[in-house]
Antibody, heavy 117, light 109 residues
Framework: QVQLQESGPGLVKPSETLSLTCTVSGGSIDSDYWSWIRQPPGKELEWIGYTYFSGSTNYNPSLKSQVTISIDTSRTQFSLRLSSVTAADTAVYFC???????????WGQGILVTVSS | EIVLTQSPGTLSLSPGDRATLSCRASQSVSSNYLAWYQQKPGQAPRLLIYDASSRATGIPDRFSGSGSGTDFTLTISRLEPEDFAVYYCQQSGGSPPGFSFGPGTRVDI
């Protein structure tokens, strides 16, 4: 069974770039859709974007100018970069995956990232 | 962008009760790509239902989904203590697909 684990800094300064990595274990990264989703404290979920194993990507239009998602199949990891962050980007960030690009069956535990000086 | 509305915001019930949760879309959800998730405090969401009515692997049969177009329902036939949580609906539409979530329904004891 595939398992996902997010890692990265828990505190980022305003205007800087948030960088997170999701490590995949228990299965191959050479297939399926690999996504990032976030949830501000006490609020609803927001899809950020996904990468396919081939490297093609699809981003939330509202975040597209800030987001880069990439995949490293040799290291069984995929990553999120979110530039020019503000306090509004404070959230729990989840990585998630499924065989189809319509929903997500497997999720990481999530990582809280706070944007503050 | 398709906006999802969930009702009620909070449902106060007892173990053994039947729970009916509603999700309404601002426009038709393509191919009924509508999913339901359960989320407990401090945990990631758990996929319950996909394609409006298909139960995900390992999900008890007391959970069922129905609906099409713009109106969808999640039914929990008999609430167990572990079912008290927040439930979100989520749609996928367009090519390439975009995604949106509803605001959630909290099921409280």
């Amino acid at each position: 069974q595939v398992q996902l684990q997010e890692s990265g800094p828990g505190l980022v300064k305003p205007s800087e770039t948030l960088s997170l990595t999701c490590t995949v274990s228990g299965g191959s990264i050479d297939s399926d859709y690999w996504s990032w989703i976030r949830q501000p404290p006490g609020k609803e979920l927001e899809w950020i974007g996904y990468t396919y194993f081939s490297g093609s990507t699809n981003y939330n239009p509202s975040l597209k100018s800030q987001v880069t998602i990439s995949i490293d199949t040799s290291r069984t990891q995929f990553s999120l970069r979110l530039s020019s962050v503000t306090a509004a980007d404070t959230a729990v960030y989840f990585c998630a995956t499924d065989r189809r690009p319509y929903n997500w069956k497997i999720w990481g535990q999530g990582i809280l990232v706070t944007v503050s000086s | 962008e398709i906006v999802l509305t969930q009702s009620p915001g909070t449902l106060s019930l007892s173990p053994g009760d039947r729970a009916t949760l509603s999700c309404r879309a601002s426009q038709s959800v393509s191919s009924n790509y509508l999913a339901w998730y359960q989320q407990k405090p401090g945990q990631a969401p758990r996929l319950l239902i996909y394609d409006a009515s298909s139960r995900a692997t390992g999900i008890p049969d007391r959970f069922s989904g129905s609906g099409s177009g713009t109106d969808f329902t999640l039914t929990i036939s008999r609430l167990e203590p572990e079912d008290f949580a927040v439930y979100y609906c989520q749609q996928s539409g367009g090519s390439p697909p975009g995604f949106s979530f509803g605001p959630g329904t909290r099921v409280d004891i």
